[in-house]
C-alpha cells in the first residue's frame, strides 16, 4: 500500500463559459519518506496537484488517499486539520513575514500546531543557527528559503509539499536548498514532494513524475539517486 494514491483525479475550474480541465483523469502513486520531484511544461496541472495533495484545493471528480484515508471525503474542518497538522508547504518566495525575526517567523506558524518542534532545533537543523535573530531583509534568497524550509518542518509534518522552492535563486544556492530538501528526506523520513523546473534535481530524486496536459505521461524510478555533496 502506497503512502499517497492519486486516483483518477479530475480537476475542472469555471471560466464563464469556459470549463477548464486542469486534472483529466490523473493518477500517481508515492511511497512514504519517498524524494519525489514534479516536472512538465507551464498549465499542465502540477500546482494543481499540488494543492489538492496540500488540502487547499478540492477535486472534480476521483479519489486522494493518504495514508489510506481519502482526503477528497474530508468535511471544511478536518481539511483544515490536515492542513495544519500534516502538511509543510514551501514556495517559490519564502512568504516570510519582513518584520519578525527567523525565528519569531517560525514561531507564528507554530502557534496552532498540535505538535510542534523547537523553533531552535529546527533552524540549527537547516543552518541557520547564527542567524535566528535576522530579520528576512537581512538574509539571502537562500537564507530565507532555509528559514521557510525551518517554519515547514517546525509543524513536525508527514509531508513536505514543495512549489519551484528554488525558482527565484541561483543555481548553486538551488542546488543547496535541493540537498537540504533530500536531507530532510532521508533522515527525517517525511515524504517530500518537489515541484521544479531545475534539472540540477532529476538525478537527486527517487522518483520522477512528468505531467502533460492535466495528465501523468511519464513515470521514473531512479534507483540510485545522487546527492550532490
Ligand atoms: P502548472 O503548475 O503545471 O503550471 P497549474 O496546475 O497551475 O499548472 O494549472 C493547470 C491548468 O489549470 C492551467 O490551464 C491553468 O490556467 C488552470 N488553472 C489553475 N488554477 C486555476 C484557477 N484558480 N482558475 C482557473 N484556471 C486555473
Ligand atoms: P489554515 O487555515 O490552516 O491557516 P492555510 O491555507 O491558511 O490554512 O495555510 C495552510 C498552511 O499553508 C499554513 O501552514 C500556512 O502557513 C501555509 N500557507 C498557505 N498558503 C501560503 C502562502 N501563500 N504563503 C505562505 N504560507 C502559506
Not at 535563486?169 to 543547496?176: A, H, R, S, V
Amino acid at each position: 500500500m502506497s503512502y499517497i494514491e492519486f486516483k483518477k483525479v479530475k480537476k475542472e475550474y469555471q471560466m464563464g463559459e469556459v470549463v477548464i480541465q486542469a486534472l483529466n483523469e490523473t493518477s500517481f502513486e508515492i511511497n512514504k519518506g519517498e524524494l519525489v520531484v514534479i516536472v512538465g511544461p507551464s498549465g499542465a496541472g502540477k500546482t494543481t496537484t499540488l494543492n489538492i495533495l496540500g488540502g487547499m484545493d478540492r477535486v472534480s471528480s476521483g479519489e486522494v488517499l493518504i495514508d489510506n484515508k481519502d482526503i477528497t471525503k474530508l468535511k471544511e474542518k478536518e481539511l483544515i486539520k490536515y492542513r495544519r497538522e500534516d502538511i509543510g508547504f514551501i514556495f517559490q518566495f519564502y512568504n516570510l513575514v519582513q518584520n519578525l525575526t527567523a525565528k519569531e517567523n517560525v514561531e507564528l506558524a507554530i502557534q496552532i500546531c498540535k505538535d510542534p518542534l523547537p523553533p531552535e532545533d529546527v533552524l540549527h537543523k537547516v543552518g541557520l543557527k547564527d542567524r535566528m535573530d535576522n530579520f528576512p531583509s537581512q538574509l539571502s534568497g537562500g537564507e530565507q528559503q532555509r528559514v521557510a524550509i525551518a517554519r515547514a518542518l517546525a509543524k513536525n509534518p508527514k509531508l513536505l509539499l514543495c512549489d519551484e522552492p528554488t525558482g527565484a535563486l541561483d543555481y548553486n544556492t538551488g542546488k543547496q536548498i535541493l540537498q537540504l530538501l533530500q536531507d530532510t528526506c532521508r533522515k527525517e523520513n517525511i515524504t517530500v514532494v518537489v515541484i521544479t523546473h531545475n534539472s540540477a534535481i532529476a538525478p537527486m530524486a527517487d522518483k520522477i513524475i512528468s505531467f502533460k496536459n492535466g495528465k501523468v505521461s511519464d513515470i521514473r524510478l531512479n534507483e540510485h539517486p545522487q546527492s550532490i555533496e
